[in-house]
């Protein structure tokens, strides 16, 4: 299933289907300030720049995320009613990421948008285009494209080596997840996103590649899709010992009446640079007490 903005399909599950802070070094970054950027984007289209970005409206939450990480807060001059950071609180939203105010976008001159790669919303990458406005698609449907997605705004951006090394620390921040949780026992987990009847989270998410890394194994690793909704009966036949439920998701327990239920933030979430927070979240919820 595809998803606006980059949330993962949570209880809104249509319309929602939808820090580690590496400082840039800006003096060596904008070396490059006077050269033309090119960029090959999610959607595999060739983006020409005629300079690094210096006003950019991001409609892609983790996006938004990312740059604020890179250092990159004052380039950012529009955003989606979805990012919540305090240091946006300022900055004009165009609605959401998903066929955002057009009107309002283009009255803030911005030289980039940053939107979500899919067939969700034709008509805004199509007006962008008309427009002459260089629009930067992003699709990080797994945490390999979390890194990618930092280079590409990073070499948007002109902050290379900010991206360099918040990739790195990601990639580090992570393995030491891995390795906290390593002869842990296993646990068989389901991630509920909400909906009658219930949609789950499958194979090659992030969601999935989370729940690997810190010791579950998804009981729907064989759904076929990303994410899907299941029949209650899939659900109690599945010797699930944990059901990880959405933020704002509700849950019959009566499907799993041995299922020990933790309740996930939003911050899991985000597939953003707020990854490793999202990991030891995770690895808290299936190993260490519940709160219940």
């Known amino acids: 299933m595809s998803r606006p903005a980059s949330r993962l399909p949570g209880v809104r599950v249509l319309t929602a289907l939808l820090c580690l802070g590496c400082a840039g070094n800006e003096a060596t970054d904008r070396g490059s300030a006077g050269a033309a950027v090119h960029l090959i984007d ?60 057009l009107e309002a976008l283009v009255a803030l001159r911005p030289d980039l948008v ?10 805004t990458p199509a007006r962008l285009a008309s427009l002459g406005i260089a629009h930067l698609a992003v699709r ?25 090394s918040l990739v790195t620390a990601l990639r580090a921040g992570l393995a030491d997840v891995a390795h906290s949780v390593r002869g842990l026992e296993r646990v068989r987990v389901a991630y509920v996103l909400g909906g009658t009847p219930p949609w789950v989270a499958g194979p ?69 640079p707020g990854v490793v927070d999202a990991a030891h979240r995770l690895a808290e919820l299936l190993h260490g007490r519940s709160e219940q």
């Open 114 to 123: 940053v939107r979500f790669a899919g067939q969700q919303d034709v008509r």
């Open 140 to 164: 990080p449907d797994r945490v390999e494209d979390i890194y990618g997605t930092a280079r590409l705004l990073g070499t948007a951006t002109g902050r290379e080596l900010a991206a360099d």
């Open 42 to 101: 999610a959607s595999g289209a060739e983006v020409v720049l005629a300079g690094p970005a210096r006003r950019v409206v991001s409609l892609v939450p983790s996006a938004t995320e990312t740059l604020l990480s890179l250092g990159a807060a004052e380039l950012i001059v529009g955003r989606t009613d979805f990012d919540r950071s305090p240091g946006l609180s300022s900055v004009p939203s165009v609605g959401g990421g998903i066929e955002p105010n």
């Open 204 to 272: 090659g998410t992030y969601i999935d590649e989370l729940v690997s890394l810190v010791g579950g194994d998804n009981a729907f690793s064989d759904l076929g899709s990303l994410y899907a909704a299941v029949s209650p009966e899939e659900l109690r036949t599945r010797d699930i010992e944990v059901i990880l439920l959405s933020a704002g998701a509700t849950y019959d327990r009566a499907l799993t009446p041995s299922a020990r239920i933790e309740h996930v933030g939003d911050e899991v979430e985000i597939p953003g």
